[in-house]
């Protein structure tokens, strides 16, 4: 899975979501301007010292983004999450190598970027009383239903205990 951030803001979200996407096996692209530098010790903090082994991609703007990822958004679709959309996330068919984008916490993705892309616009659903989840919380929750809908390909699937041995 690819999960894109169009200009995050908060760095402790973005290394939540670096940290998610190494135990995924995802690629994180970012979209500049970001709203901190990657050196910051928050966002090192919080990917922990997962941080090395993210796969991780910077573009200067959306276009950009579009440009080097064309190819592979040819056979791919990039999802849009949206307070705005029409649809939850868990109505529509993730591929294994879909896009996910989440706009910056204060605005979500531009409208202009929304307008001509209604059906891949998805949606978490919530009460009308509040604006948006936690950016790292709705990427999780994204991320994982895509994961589910293709068998979590590629994830350890089951567990051991450390010392002890599960009881029958």
Known sequence: MNIV???????ANTGNIG???????SVLHLIEPLG????EKQIRRAGLDY????????????????????ENLSRSRLWMATTKAM??????????????MFGKESAGIPEEILAER?????????????????LGNSV??????????ND?????????LHRLKWKN
């Not at 901190?36 to 050196?39: A, K, N, R």
């Not at 941080?51 to 064309?70: G, P």
């Not at 979590?152 to 051991?160: D, I, K, N, P, V």
Request: proline residues 5%; glycine residues 4%.
């Open 51 to 70: 941080w090395e082994k993210l796969d991780v991609r910077r573009y200067i703007n959306f276009e950009d983004f579009l440009e080097k990822n064309q």
């Open 152 to 160: 979590f390909s590629g994830l350890r699937t089951a567990g051991e």
């Open 118 to 134: 209604r059906e891949d616009c998805i949606r978490i659903p919530m009460l009308d009383r509040i604006r948006s989840l936690n």
């Open 5 to 11: 951030l169009h200009q995050p803001e908060i760095p």
């Open 140 to 149: 999780a929750v994204v991320l994982y239903e895509a994961l589910r809908q």
């Open 87 to 100: 649809q939850a996330y868990s109505d529509v068919r993730f591929g294994p190598q879909d896009y996910i």
């Open 36 to 39: 901190f530098q990657l050196s």
């Open 19 to 25: 940290r998610t996407c190494v135990a995924t096996g």
